[in-house]
């Protein structure tokens, strides 16, 4: 069945660190992919968006690309600041044969950027 | 722009009690989530609803039950409270059903059962 797997439970990095978050995914249709992060006492909040026509997406400095080769959906940011420490969602969205396909969440990855 | 409420923001249990969850959006959007977030698990599926008076179970709907009685809200019954149960219930809403349609979540509700 459709799938994401976030291998890595927590990040700790330091302000200006790279950030690089890992993301694969297992499906038989065509995806739209999602990274939605969840700041402390909210709700998630989608952060980027990547559907099969433009493999891409950048947003607030953090940038995803969709690489079906590998299928991975890496989410990296050159210079993190302690405002990002959150968790980060990566998510899949099936097709599932219609306009209706489903909505499949990784465990999230729990970044802490330490000043 | 608009918000989701959630109501309770904690919410504590007795051990076979039935809780309600509440829910209001003012997107005016047509469908409603209610997801279960638990540590290392992510977000899973509890009942969804395309529109008002329509119900659809997801992943983990077994010992829940939702209703929505106007476009603009969506309860979840927990029906029987088990005991230790601790986990967050994320509401949320989208334009309509599909694959690509982004979510807009609530701040949730903390549920502990004692």
């Known amino acids: 069945g459709d799938s994401v797997t976030q291998m890595q439970g927590q990040v700790t990095l330091s302000e200006d660190d790279f950030l690089f978050i890992n993301c694969t995914y297992s499906?038989?249709?065509?995806?739209?992919l999602f990274w939605y992060v969840q700041y402390p006492g909210e709700g998630p909040q989608l952060l980027l968006k990547v559907t099969t026509a433009n493999n891409k997406g950048i947003s607030r400095g953090f940038e995803a690309t969709y690489d079906k080769r590998t299928t991975s959906f890496h989410l990296q940011k050159a210079s993190v600041q302690e405002s990002d420490s959150a968790v980060y969602y990566c998510v899949l969205g099936d097709w599932g044969g219609s306009a209706l396909g489903r909505l499949h969440f990784g465990a999230g990855t729990q970044l802490i950027v330490i000043p | 722009g608009g918000i989701i409420t959630q109501t309770p923001k904690f919410l504590i249990g007795q051990e076979g009690q039935k809780l309600t969850l509440k829910c209001q959006q003012n997107f005016n959007h047509d469908t409603m989530y209610w997801y279960r977030q638990d540590s290392g698990k992510g977000l899973r599926l509890i009942y969804y609803?395309?529109?008002?008076?329509?119900?659809q179970k997801g992943d983990l709907s077994e010992g829940y039950d939702a209703s929505r009685e106007k476009k603009s809200s969506f309860s979840l019954t927990v029906t029987s409270a088990q005991k230790n149960e601790m986990a967050v219930f994320l509401c949320?809403?989208?334009?309509?059903?599909?694959?690509?349609?982004?979510?807009?979540f609530g701040a949730g509700t903390r549920l502990s059962v004692l």
């Open positions: 609803s395309i529109t008002e008076n329509d119900l």
């Open positions: 949320a809403s989208s334009i309509a059903r599909g694959n690509q349609n982004t979510l807009y």
């Open positions: 499906t038989t249709w065509y995806p739209t």
